[in-house]
T-cell receptor, first 110, second 116 residues
Framework: GQSLEQPSEVTAVEGAIVQINCTYQ??????LSWYQQHDGGAPTFLSY????GLEETGRFSSFLSRSDSYGYLLLQELQMKDSASYFC???????????FGSGTRLLVRP | DADVTQTPRNRITKTGKRIMLECSQT?????MYWYRQDPGLGLRLIYY???????NKGEISDGYSVSRQAQAKFSLSLESAIPNQTALYFC???????????????FGPGTRLTVL
């Protein structure tokens, strides 16, 4: 079957760096995506890794290791507005329908 | 204006009623998706469509049906609603030829459905 695991909650201090890990199991893999969702809001796309390595987009970076079935989202210079849920998701095949993890709730404290 | 819109935003209904949730998009994407999100959980795929004539079941299609009326419109129906269909429903679109490929999906604001 297909599954993703990510921590349920992470707490960090404003200005710090936090890493949210994601491990997955699947028979087919077409890249790992990360989405942010604020309470009551819609998921918004953050980052996508099709190949191994690091992708950087401003304060956010995402890493993928296909051989380890592992990825992470790195958030730098944390701001209070980064408090939200973060979901990793993978595409199983060329249809790119996404399988989502259960999400990591990030709480940024002053 | 929002690229992906959903109506209604909130709906309360009773067990056994037929409900339709609507989604419209102005992004010009061929691919559209319906997801359901339960409290504290991730999103689960209900149905997806690659064009008007191509509709596919997702992980949890039982109890749901869809209609793709046009490239821009994708509706989700609950033929006979039941309480465990109480959830937040999201519509999304994607363009696999885009910069980040199919890994990028654009979500509507969601419909909060309560079945009593």
């Amino acid at each position: 079957g297909q599954s993703l695991e990510q921590p349920s909650e992470v707490t960090a201090v404003e200005g710090a760096i936090v890493q949210i890990n994601c491990t997955y199991q699947t028979s087919g893999f077409y890249g790992l995506s990360w989405y942010q969702q604020h309470d009551g809001g819609a998921p918004t796309f953050l980052s996508y890794n099709a190949l191994d390595g690091l992708e950087e987009t401003g304060r956010f970076s995402s890493f993928l290791s296909r051989s380890d079935s592992y990825g992470y989202l790195l958030l730098q210079e944390l701001q209070m507005k980064d408090s939200a849920s973060y979901f990793c998701a993978f595409g199983m095949d060329s249809s790119y329908k996404l399988i989502f993890g259960s999400g990591t709730r990030l709480l940024v404290r002053p | 204006d929002a690229d992906v819109t959903q109506t209604p935003r909130n709906r309360i209904t009773k067990t056994g009623k037929r409900i339709m949730l609507e989604c419209s998009q102005t992004k010009g994407h061929d691919r559209m998706y319906w997801y359901r999100q339960d409290p504290g959980l991730g999103l689960r795929l209900i149905y997806y469509s690659f064009d008007v004539k191509d509709i596919n079941k997702g992980e949890i299609s039982d109890g749901y049906s869809v209609s793709r009326q046009a490239q821009a419109k994708f509706s989700l129906s609950l033929e006979s609603a039941i309480p465990n269909q109480t959830a937040l429903y999201f519509c999304a679109t994607s363009d696999p030829t885009g910069l980040a490929g199919g890994g990028t999906q654009y979500f509507g604001p969601g419909t909060r459905l309560t079945v009593l």
